[in-house]
């Protein structure tokens, strides 16, 4: 009985706290000075970094929409952060805290604040969409055409990602953010194309299979990442699975229009054929880039597919193919098995980490 | 049976969509420690431990996972295979780090039967000893399990 006497009075001046923090606090008008001086914000105090950065336009990737769960919307505070909390810290490495990174969503604005974050994050913008179409790829794969509504054009580098807006969509649920390769090209700027594998009791991609319809209004935010072409002449193998097609995609439309005309071959595996796709639209490339060859390969054909291409796993079939790793660059994009597989792979052959590309997500 | 406000809070978030779609608790309205002992008495009846068990999803997965998708033969009548997406999830329960996101489906080749868990079912088991509640999309029944693949 004493225990729960204490518990309900603890629960009861917590709740105090939060309302009287929400509703009678006033920490007045706060200023946010963003990396020395390039961009200075005056935000209402109280609220959390996160959603004050959000609220004036400038979008920290975060996949759980503040609510401390996923750990992504990491920044530099320099000051006026206040003490390192105990939600955060599971989420920052030691060297992340030595060098003031926090949660921004964790981080409340009580005072003024000096951050930095990267640059190219100024750039990101937020995008109304209506999504125009829905394709099916394999069984559980499905291209998502979005046409920009406001503003009604993007700029992105081939090989970068944006944040889908998820709502909530059923009881109980929350908004997310999801980040998936752009797979459309560069030169298309007044539309988006995703490529999406369903998750199973995935939130985003349940809300994209089950949910969302073409002629529905959707938020995107970006641009975002660093996994681009290098601008060496460097021959270059793709390695690709499943909705990893997507940047590759983006990347070679881009070569494409640029006449781009460095060496690349691009390994893009599955396990049966029928999870194969957009087999004709790539073996077109060998016909409109100078030195490109597409290799699909099949880990286990099965008994009624008729396949006569590469067999194996995709790591076997680049180990057979490739004869000049040490002169190589690579570009991976897939599950993180396959990637870290690939990377062992290809550092064993002889190919510099530093010549390694990837877009993990993780 | 009563729980500490702690296990309470465990349960909000349990029962909320906030980390996977439609929760951990599905339609079960069990309490957790009622839900995690009673799952603990059946895997006693059916002689394993939880660490044990989880031992050996783990060692299916890790099998599995070098296939990249493919499928491998794990015993002479299981086979199995995993899929992966990016991103992680995190644990439920209050500590540190992320859960890759990677489902594995062991499929037995006698009877077509199959069992599905993700990593961080394993986790879930091996440090929780919970099993999900009845009606979330990723539960697994104690018995059911052992019997697959112990």
Same mark, same amino acid.
């Given at each position: 009985?004493?225990?729960?006497?204490?518990?309900?009075?603890?629960?009861?001046?917590?709740?105090?706290?939060?309302?009287?923090?929400?509703?009678?606090?006033?920490?007045?008008?706060?200023?946010?000075?963003?990396?020395?001086?390039?961009?200075?914000?005056?935000?209402?105090?109280?609220?959390?970094?996160?959603?004050?950065?959000?609220?004036?336009?400038?979008?920290?990737?975060?996949?759980?929409?503040?609510?401390?769960?996923?750990?992504?919307?990491?920044?530099?505070?320099?000051?006026?952060?206040?003490?390192?909390?105990?939600?955060?810290?599971?989420?920052?490495?030691?060297?992340?805290?030595?060098?003031?990174?926090?949660?921004?969503?964790?981080?409340?604005?009580?005072?003024?604040?000096?951050?930095?974050?990267?640059?190219?994050?100024?750039?990101?913008?937020?995008?109304?969409?209506?999504?125009?179409?829905?394709?099916?790829?394999?069984?559980?794969?499905?291209?998502?055409?979005?046409?920009?509504?406001?503003?009604?054009?993007? !700029?992105?580098?081939?090989?970068?990602? /944006?944040? $889908?807006? %998820?709502? +909530?969509?059923? #009881? &109980?649920?929350?908004?997310?953010?999801?980040?998936?390769?752009?797979?459309?090209?560069?030169?298309?700027?007044?539309?988006?194309?995703?490529?999406?594998?369903?998750?199973?009791?995935?939130?985003?991609?349940?809300?994209?299979?089950?949910?969302?319809?073409?002629?529905?209004?959707?938020?995107?935010?970006?641009?975002?990442?660093?996994?681009?072409?290098?601008?060496?002449?460097?021959?270059?193998?793709?390695?690709?699975?499943?909705?990893?097609?997507?940047?590759?995609?983006?990347?070679?439309?881009?070569?494409?229009?640029?006449?781009?005309?460095?060496?690349?071959?691009?390994?893009?595996?599955?396990?049966?054929?029928?999870?194969?796709?957009?087999?004709?639209?790539?073996?077109?490339?060998?016909?409109?880039?100078?030195?490109?060859?597409?290799?699909?390969?099949?880990?286990?054909?099965?008994? !009624?597919?008729?396949?006569?291409?590469? /067999?194996? $796993?995709? %790591?076997? +079939?680049?180990? #057979? &193919?490739?004869?000049?790793?040490?002169?190589?660059?690579?570009?991976?994009?897939?599950?993180?098995?396959?990637?870290?597989?690939?990377?062992?792979?290809?550092?064993?052959?002889?190919?510099?980490?530093?010549?390694?590309?990837?877009?993990?997500?993780? | 049976?009563?729980?500490?406000?702690?296990?309470?809070?465990?349960?909000?978030?349990?029962?909320?969509?906030?980390?996977?779609?439609?929760?951990?608790?599905?339609?079960?309205?069990?309490?957790?420690?009622?839900?995690?002992?009673?799952?603990?008495?059946?895997?006693?009846?059916?002689?394993?431990?939880?660490?044990?068990?989880?031992?050996?999803?783990?060692?299916?997965?890790?099998?599995?996972?070098?296939?990249?998708?493919?499928?491998?033969?794990?015993?002479?009548?299981?086979?199995?295979?995993?899929?992966?997406?990016?991103?992680?999830?995190?644990?439920?329960?209050?500590?540190?780090?992320?859960?890759?996101?990677?489902?594995?489906?062991?499929?037995?080749?006698?009877?077509?039967?199959?069992?599905?868990?993700?990593?961080?079912?394993?986790?879930?088991?091996?440090?929780?000893?919970?099993?999900?509640?009845?009606?979330?999309?990723?539960?697994?029944?104690?018995?059911?399990?052992?019997?697959?693949?112990?």
């Amino acid at each position: 009985m004493p225990v729960l006497v204490v518990s309900s009075i603890a629960t009861f001046l917590t709740v105090l706290l939060v309302v009287a923090e929400r509703y009678l606090v006033n920490y007045g008008e706060c200023s946010i000075d963003i990396n020395d001086g390039d961009k200075e914000l005056k935000v209402q105090g109280g609220d959390s970094l996160l959603s004050s950065l959000t609220g004036e336009k400038i979008f920290i990737p975060s996949a759980c929409g503040g609510r401390g769960t996923c750990g992504y919307c990491k920044v530099t505070v320099l000051e006026g952060g206040g003490p390192l909390l105990p939600t955060e810290t599971p989420f920052l490495t030691r060297k992340e805290i030595a060098e003031d990174m926090r949660l921004s969503c964790q981080v409340k604005i009580r005072q003024d604040m000096r951050i930095a974050i990267p640059q190219e994050l100024l750039a990101v913008k937020e995008y109304a969409c209506r999504c125009s179409e829905i394709v099916d790829l394999t069984h559980d794969i499905k291209l998502f055409r979005f046409e920009l509504v406001e503003p009604d054009a993007i !700029d992105f580098v081939a090989g970068q990602y /944006v944040q $889908l807006f %998820t709502p +909530v969509y059923f #009881r &109980g649920g929350e908004e997310v953010y999801r980040a998936y390769s752009i797979a459309s090209d560069v030169s298309e700027k007044g539309m988006l194309e995703l490529i999406i594998r369903l998750v199973p009791c995935g939130i985003c991609t349940t809300y994209c299979f089950e949910h969302l319809k073409a002629g529905d209004e959707v938020l995107l935010n970006g641009p975002y990442g660093e996994f681009c072409l290098s601008e060496t002449d460097a021959p270059m193998i793709f390695v690709a699975g499943a909705s990893g097609m997507a940047p590759i995609r983006s990347i070679l439309c881009d070569m494409r229009n640029t006449q781009n005309r460095r060496k690349a071959t691009y390994y893009f595996g599955a396990n049966k054929v029928n999870e194969l796709f957009m087999l004709d639209e790539m073996r077109q490339f060998e016909e409109k880039l100078a030195d490109f060859k597409f290799v699909p390969v099949a880990a286990s054909p099965g008994k !009624d597919e008729q396949w006569d291409g590469e /067999v194996g $796993l995709v %790591t076997e +079939v680049v180990e #057979r &193919g490739l004869k000049n790793a040490s002169e190589c660059e690579a570009y991976l994009c897939g599950s993180p098995g396959m990637i870290e597989a690939c990377r062992k792979l290809l550092v064993k052959m002889g190919m510099g980490e530093d010549k390694i590309y990837f877009d993990s997500f993780e | 049976m009563k729980q500490s406000p702690e296990m309470d809070n465990l349960e909000a978030v349990l029962r909320s969509s906030k980390l996977v779609a439609g929760g951990f608790l599905g339609s079960d309205r069990r309490s957790v420690c009622e839900i995690i002992e009673e799952d603990r008495r059946r895997l006693d009846n059916a002689g394993v431990g939880c660490k044990e068990l989880a031992g050996r999803m783990r060692e299916i997965t890790d099998a599995a996972k070098r296939q990249l998708g493919g499928c491998v033969k794990v015993s002479d009548r299981l086979e199995a295979w995993v899929e992966e997406a990016k991103g992680v999830l995190v644990c439920p329960w209050p500590h540190s780090g992320g859960i890759l996101k990677r489902i594995t489906t062991v499929r037995n080749v006698e009877t077509g039967e199959t069992v599905t868990w993700s990593d961080l079912n394993i986790h879930l088991i091996e440090e929780h000893g919970f099993f999900e509640g009845k009606g979330s999309a990723m539960r697994l029944e104690p018995g059911e399990i052992v019997k697959m693949i112990c």
